[in-house]
């Protein structure tokens, strides 16, 4: 395939971004075929930004259309299995926007059909693209830190306003969202996590439901994990502090990085620490470490980097960058803490699917909708990416 037509469901403030971005031919390989929402105002805008191609109210009526290859789902987060699953039946690739869904057992299923279907599916995972996300990724791949001791990030420089939460009626909602912090702002973070150290064997959480604005569900999370080899984890993160901290540290058996302000940083021993325990005559004995800093010159390229990676692989069948059937992971580990704060208990993983969505639903149920703004419901309808989806030190 030398080209290929792209959807886009969902003309929300992420949709319209891919859209306007792909239109304007900053993908390769890649042309905007059609685009859907069901909201009559963003079709309008469709029609008037997109008026050389169709626009629908259906996404059903799109997959069927023939007017497209692939789409991409930015549509709220409990529509993304079930649209990718009828993308799948007809043969079209999907890129989803994240998360893969809201929980893990639709999700199975989304990556069962996925794999049955054998077109491309991937995920918008861009802070894959991050270089030293990546250069630790590759680092623990290739044994450099050896084997994983600690993980350690707190992400809290997500700082929204209720102005935020009210902008659209399916936010912070069980129904709407799936979630709050966890489920909205990092997914990408949950990913970066499992993506350097692997999956965890069990999970604690403490998440915290309106702890600092008036919405139904957390806006801060405190999570610690255990792995198979003796390895912890904590994870920490909210929608409520300013300013806030984006910190990551590893220690691995061979050194230790640490990621903050754009800066990787890196103290690698000339032996695994373990051998140094046992083998050393000294009590505190100072090791050789060597020091290594790696700067971020340059933005990740985001958005439009796995674009072109979804474009490339469609195209050519090279690998993902962000295969989709991997998005079952971070959310396996957001599902995992939530159930343990419902529920005071550890949380074993893989996670038991069917329990966890018995409980999801309890609160599904318990929910009212959410608000919106009337002002200026469609205020982010910009068609432009926005500052806060990008790594921010």
């Known amino acids: ?6 959807g886009v469901i969902g003309l929300g403030s992420m949709g319209t971004a891919h859209a306007v971005h792909i239109a304007q031919g ?99 995972y861009n802070q894959r693209t991050n270089p030293l ?11 450099t830190m050896g084997e994983l001791l600690r993980f350690q990030w ?14 659209g009626s399916w936010r912070a909602t069980w129904n709407g969202e799936g979630g709050g912090v966890l489920m909205n702002q990092c997914p990408h973070n949950l990913d970066i996590w499992q993506w350097i150290t692997g999956m965890p064997q069990k999970i604690q959480a403490h998440c915290q439901i309106s702890r600092y604005h008036d919405i139904q569900v957390e806006d801060a999370a405190d999570i610690y994990a255990e792995y198979a080899n003796g390895a912890v984890a904590s994870f920490i993160t909210t929608t409520g502090e300013y300013p806030g901290t984006n910190r990551l540290e590893l220690v691995g058996s061979r050194g230790k990085a640490v990621i903050e302000n754009g800066i990787l940083r890196l103290s690698l021993l ?20 060597q020091t290594v800093e790696v700067h971020q010159t340059e933005p990740e390229s985001g958005h439009i980097g796995i674009l072109n990676d979804f474009s490339r692989a469609v195209r050519t069948g090279s690998a993902l960058l962000a ?28 996670l038991d699917g ?40």
């Open 154 to 167: 707190t992400i809290t420089n997500w700082f929204r306003t209720q102005a935020y939460y009210d902008s």
């Open 270 to 289: 000339g032996k695994d620490v373990r051998t140094a325990i046992m083998d050393e005559e000294e009590c505190m004995p100072e090791l050789p470490v």
């Open 26 to 124: 900053q993908v390769e390989g890649m042309t905007l075929s059609a685009v859907c929402d069901s909201d009559p105002e963003r079709c309008r805008w469709g029609r008037e930004k997109f008026p050389e191609i169709p626009v629908f109210e259906n996404a059903g009526e799109l997959l069927a259309s023939g007017a497209v290859d692939a789409v991409l789902i930015a549509t709220p987060h409990p529509a993304h299995p079930f649209i990718a699953m009828e993308a799948f039946h007809h043969g079209i690739h999907v890129l989803t926007e994240k998360p893969e869904g809201i929980d893990v057992l639709t999700a199975a299923q989304e990556n069962k059909e996925a794999q049955k279907s054998g077109v491309v599916f991937g995920i918008m």
């Open 354 to 393: 069917e329990r966890y969505l018995r409980e999801l639903r309890k609160r599904q149920e318990r929910c009212r909708t959410g608000k919106t703004d009337p002002a200026n419901p469609h205020r982010s309808l910009t068609g432009e990416y926005q500052e806060r989806w990008k790594v921010r030190w």
């Open 1 to 6: 395939m030398e080209n290929v037509r792209m």
């Open 133 to 143: 996300f990546r250069r630790l990724h590759d680092l623990m791949q290739d044994g």
């Open 323 to 350: 295969p989709g059937i991997e998005g079952i992971r971070g959310l396996s580990i957001a599902n995992a803490a939530y159930l343990s704060s419902w529920t005071d208990s550890w949380v074993e993983l893989p």
